[in-house]
């Protein structure tokens, strides 16, 4: 699949020329595109990313060391979304449709997986992919991060 790539980039080049760093994130996120998760591989291959919310095709946050943001990044089409979640159904042999609306999956690195579709989910498709962390949180963590408070 990359030589295929490399081939279709090295045509384009010549007629839009683009530097080796350019071409490189290219190729990674067409990779992406087609036989992975899409805008969701980088989340998931960044082991500090705990939980990842995707709300629809452009309404995705991150979980990343106790904090929620949203990502700047979206599907380019609702139609990628519904292509990303039953690449994840399929991989785990499930079956996630308007007549059964909501499924539990794993990815393969273990990350859990939450799917939700219309009619349940009313303002498009929702996923959420849960990592275990490597070192579960504790109280002492939570309140050295912040998210509560030492007076308790």
């Not at 949203?70 to 994840?88: H, M, P, T």
């Amino acid at each position: 699949m990359y030589e295929l790539i490399d081939r279709r980039l090295l045509d384009s080049v010549k007629e839009l020329p683009m530097t080796a760093s350019e071409r490189l994130r290219m190729r990674k996120e067409l990779f992406a595109s087609i036989r992975k998760l899409d805008v969701l591989q980088e989340l998931v291959d960044d082991p500090g990313v705990t939980e990842i919310m995707v709300n629809g095709t452009d309404n995705i946050f991150v979980e990343q060391r106790g904090r929620i943001r949203r990502y700047e990044a979206g599907f380019e089409s609702k139609e990628k979304l519904e292509d990303v979640i039953q690449q994840i159904v399929a991989g785990c042999n499930r079956v996630v449709n308007e007549a059964s609306p909501i499924v539990d999956a794993r990815l393969e690195n273990g990350s859990r997986v939450n799917i939700v579709l219309y009619p349940v989910a009313l303002n498009g498709p929702v996923i959420t992919i849960r990592r275990f962390p490597e070192h579960p949180m504790t109280i002492e963590r939570l309140i050295r991060i912040g998210s509560l408070p030492a007076f308790l």
